[in-house]
């Protein structure tokens, strides 16, 4: 019997989600968990990493995604601590052929899953954090342009916009049977502070705020009113939900486009997808520097 792990980091959704998708489908049997860092552990300039604003809206996040997937006879494991200890332990006790978790292409990220590997885990990476495939641009992308409108405008003349998102799956993997004396790693729940919050976390929130975002017609006036931040109807504020991987960016940016066939392109909704297409460019920028 073929277990996998599925490590959630920033891709807090079941949608859109090639890579849990993918482990579903590889495996008979798919154990999601979520590794909590250390609440003490602080940046190198002594400040905490997760405000109080942030650790609410990411609990509210992972409530969301552990009722979506207990709805989906699963469910989602939290630990905390050092990741490669607590996936080490439950590799080992599950018997995981496998570590499955979406790509993050950035230095901390890059070293954290290099130090997994090197305890002999088999780590399996997929990028789905971008609007546009990395595959799909008109260059390699480590010889991508230095500069934003260099690279937008090589994007533009290929005509692409953004890669197919694909659906929430109906039927998931079953979580392996755990056996009495098998060694886990301590279990965590409730971190994170409650907090006042204009918006919710969660899957369920991001496609809530994105539908009526969409039938009041916002994306009309979003280049008139996108530098208007204190407004809750100014900018878009997709990114908090973007940030933890709620929403993915292709999904946005296909629903804009039906958005679009629906009402018509304007300047707001080119604007809406440029902005989407500066948060690739500051992304796929990693992949060279």
Request: net charge negative; hydrophobic share 40%.
């Amino acid at each position: 019997m073929k277990v996998i792990l599925y490590w959630f980091r920033n891709d807090l959704r079941i949608a859109d989600n090639l890579a849990f998708i993918k482990a579903n489908s590889m495996a008979d049997c798919v154990l999601p968990v979520y590794i909590h860092q250390a609440s003490d552990v602080k940046t190198a300039y002594g400040f905490e990493r997760v405000g109080v604003h942030r650790q609410h809206f990411l609990r509210q996040s992972l409530d969301n995604l552990q009722a979506q997937l207990q709805a989906l006879d699963s469910d989602l494991w939290e630990y905390e601590g050092e990741q490669v200890n607590v996936l080490l332990q439950l590799v080992n006790a599950t018997g995981a052929e496998a570590v499955y978790c979406e790509q993050i292409e950035a230095p901390e990220e890059i070293e954290q899953c290099g130090r997994i590997r090197q305890q002999g885990i088999a780590l399996e990476e997929f990028w789905q954090s971008s609007m546009i495939d990395p595959g799909a641009l008109p260059f390699d992308i480590q010889k991508m342009p230095d500069v934003f409108t260099q690279f937008r405008q090589a994007v533009e003349r290929e005509k692409w916009r953004f890669a197919q998102p694909i659906g929430a799956p109906t039927s998931l993997a079953p979580m392996p049977v755990i056996l009495q004396g098998q060694h886990f790693p301590q279990r965590v729940s409730g971190i994170g502070k409650t907090t006042s919050l204009y918006c919710c976390g969660g899957e369920d929130a991001a496609q809530a705020h994105l539908k009526q975002y969409l039938e009041r017609r916002l994306p009309d006036t979003y280049k008139q009113t996108r530098n208007q931040l204190i407004g809750r109807d100014y900018s878009s504020k997709f990114s908090p939900w973007l940030a933890l991987g709620c929403i993915s960016a292709r999904d946005i940016a296909a629903q804009l486009a039906e958005y679009e066939e629906r009402h018509g392109a304007n300047e707001g909704t080119y604007w809406l997808w440029f902005e989407l297409l500066w948060r690739d460019y500051f992304r796929f920028i990693h992949f060279k520097y």
